[in-house]
């Protein structure tokens, strides 16, 4: 059996207090998922690639990035990142990718409570075996 974990393009970043991250499609996710964020470098904000964020979701292509859930909702403040653009000839696409996205997503904060790195039985959805290869 092979996997393809669900995957969307990310078409803006805010820089604000509470970083907005704008997908280009319904991204389909939930308030509480975990994330991995993949941001090539010639798009900007490199300070959120390759990072694991709680989301609360806005709307259906919108959702606020945190870096914890417990105690209390910490956000992630973009404000001195560096701005997103997207390239005019991008090779890579700045994609949202949901963690644990297997036969069962794992929705929960647990993660945050080992100083935010993502403990659980459920696999990264970066590591399943995939059926289109993701040019990371």
């Known amino acids: 059996m092979t996997f393809t974990?669900?995957?969307?393009?990310?078409?803006?970043?805010?820089?604000?207090?509470?970083?907005?991250?704008?997908?280009?499609?319904?991204h389909g996710l939930t308030t509480g998922q975990v994330v991995r964020l993949h941001v090539p470098k010639n798009y900007g904000m490199v300070e959120l690639n390759q990072m694991l964020v709680s989301i609360i979701v806005g709307s259906p292509t919108i959702f606020n990035i945190q870096m914890t859930q417990t105690p209390y909702p910490i956000f992630i403040d973009s404000t001195t990142f560096t701005p997103f653009t997207i390239p005019a000839q991008p090779q890579f696409t700045a994609e949202v990718l949901p963690v644990g996205s297997g036969p069962t997503p794992y929705i929960g904060p647990a993660w945050a409570a080992t100083n935010g790195v993502f403990v659980t039985t459920v696999d990264d959805a970066i590591t399943n075996i995939d059926t289109v290869e993701i040019p990371f």
């Open 5 to 26: 974990p669900p995957r969307s393009a990310i078409a803006n970043i805010t820089q604000t207090v509470k970083c907005t991250v704008i997908t280009a499609t319904p």
